[in-house]
């Protein structure tokens, strides 16, 4: 029987241990450049430590909602959302505010990037078609 070792509350993004030290299980994904776990949902990190007869003895990490939640999209999942508010962010400085995603300019075409008018592409209620990335990954893919 799995015992429960640490609960502490973690939210999306926050790494909760190395790959080499802990296995992800639900509510937690490995990021491929770094080996490090991250939670992918507001929750409780529970550390579970491993069956005594498990070949692999490294203690499992899982995060769980405090309350019932959908499908949680894993790194690289399709997701197709409506937008609810659209904020217009006109300076490099970040806001005060929490939002769910961000679509930046270059998101939108991969050329004549300057000619994209954000406020004419997007308006509450637009359907879109998008794969997720977790903000710690995003960099990995824009310096290629």
Known sequence: MEQVVVVVVVTPGEVVGKATQVRARRGAYVAP??????????????TLSPPPNSPDQRPTVEVTGHKAHGAVPQPGSLVIARLISCVSVLTPKSVREKFTGIIRQQDVRATEIDKVDMHLSYRPGDVVKLLWYPFCLIGLFTDM
Request: glycine residues 8%.
């Open 33 to 46: 450049h770094n080996n490090l776990v991250y939670a992918s949902l507001t929750g409780l990190r529970r």
